[in-house]
């Protein structure tokens, strides 16, 4: 960003100085000069500022000349903007070293006329500066005041961000940490594919919260007091956008509450409530419960969220409880949802979140439901807790879909039955015995055998056994039970009676 002042090619212009000569380093004549002043000692150590233009008569060197090659260094170093100098009283002449470190370093060295008086000069080039400071900050007024008044009279951020493009002349873009675009000017700008980009922070509470980016090379001293304002104001923008997202999550928070608390609500005060908070009841809607001893993170899950939802173009709700996140995932509107394909699920996506670890979620497992009606979310929520408290009782994976296991939920009411004892102890009461008395796992590996369609591979996966190990477990298996694991009415009572076993263990405990 370029400091505010007038730079030594304007000033050079100005009348008093049209004697002057720029006699090296006019590479560097569009510094800035934001201040002036006057040396007459060897050593500038201390006495830089960045932007200064410096008067010298080169007096404290007169005895040393080629020390204003150093001289010249030491101000290149420190920002200066140039070095004009009276060389006709104490110096016959610039010394080349001099032109030479000028010329190096970019810093315009300037010959003076004897005759115009220092006063005269430092008058002239301050009035320059302070009047170009004073404009630069009409300006600044000027852009915060409209765009303040963009916001108070609540034109949208997109009428904001297209005033902001206009200021700069260039396409723009508001982007969140997850890299979606919030608003972009011209609407529906890929600001991914800007060949200068150009990032600023917006920051609330000292927090950043997104980036301003710039599709320009470089910017003006102007652009820049755009660039600045217009970072507050889109700050602004997006507080009062957060106040608004933050109540109206709130109320749907209330709203879902209300629907899964018995005796909920009627089909038609569901779909005008909904309506009313842009939950639209044309859609189905699945529910998923993710829980861990350690709670799933939220600001991480957050955002994997409304990444899916950009490119879904939904809307969807999260809660967030103890050590649990309830997830409500709005699907597309469709006329026949009996066909609906698997890949408009969201099953697949958490699956797949829940795979990656990302947002803690390794340390966590999940349970979704069938879609539902907005009327009928309380058994979408009962059905993915169902699926995650039988995928604790039944080693389940990361996530269990209520599809797969809505057998094994039937049977969860039947498990504590004396019938079903009384089977499991006839056909599996030797292979229990035997694990207990020598600590073996042969029920688990029957059941893993059974579940998985007697793959061999997918069992050994499941307790994290070689499968040779499998394979010998299943030879003792029928030399203690003698079952025939060929037998498909052997295999679906067998794996009846574990399933109803471990349900009534777990719920035992």
Partial sequence: MEKTGVTLHELLRMPLLEQARVVGGAVGLSRPVRFIDIIEVPDLKGWVKEGVLMLTTAYSIRHDP??????????????????????????NEIPEEALAASERYGLPLIELPPEIPYTDITKAVMEQVLDRQAVLLR?????????????LENTGIQAVQDQVSALLGAETAVVDHSGCAIVSSPAGWDYREAKHPLRRDIDLDR??????????????????????????VLALELMRDKIVEDTESRMRGNFIDELMTPPGLSKHEAEQRGRQLGMNPGQQWQVAVIEGSVPP??????????????????????????NRAILFLPLPATRDDDRREPESLWTQTVGGWMKSGEAGLQRCR???????????????????????????????????????????????????DEGFKALFERRLGKLK?????????????LFFYLKSRGSLIDTANNLFIHRNSVKYRLERIRDIAGFDLNDPHEQLTLHLCLIAYYLSEQSSE
């Fill in 66 to 91: 080629p020390l204003l090659a150093e001289m010249i260094r030491t101000l290149a170093q420190g920002g200066a903007a140039g070095l004009a100098i009276k060389p006709a009283r104490f110096l």
């Fill in 139 to 151: 300006r600044a007024d000027e852009i915060y005041r409209k765009l303040t008044r963009m916001v």
């Fill in 207 to 232: 927090r950043t919260v997104a980036r301003l980016l710039v599709n320009k090379r470089e910017l003006d001293e102007m652009e820049e007091i755009a660039i600045e304002q217009s970072r507050l």
């Fill in 297 to 322: 993170e939220e600001d991480g899950l957050i955002r994997l969220l409304q990444r899916e939802a950009a490119s879904r173009g939904v809307k969807p709700h999260a809660e967030f409880r103890s």
């Fill in 366 to 416: 999940a349970g979704i439901g069938r879609p539902k009606w907005l009327w009928e979310i309380h058994d979408g929520y009962g059905e993915a807790r169902g699926a995650l408290a039988i995928s604790r009782k039944l080693s389940g994976g990361d996530l269990t879909a209520y599809d797969e296991i809505e057998l094994y939920h039937l049977l969860r009411g039947t498990a504590d």
């Fill in 433 to 445: 015995r035997y694990d207990d008395e020598h600590g073996g796992d042969l029920l688990r590996t």
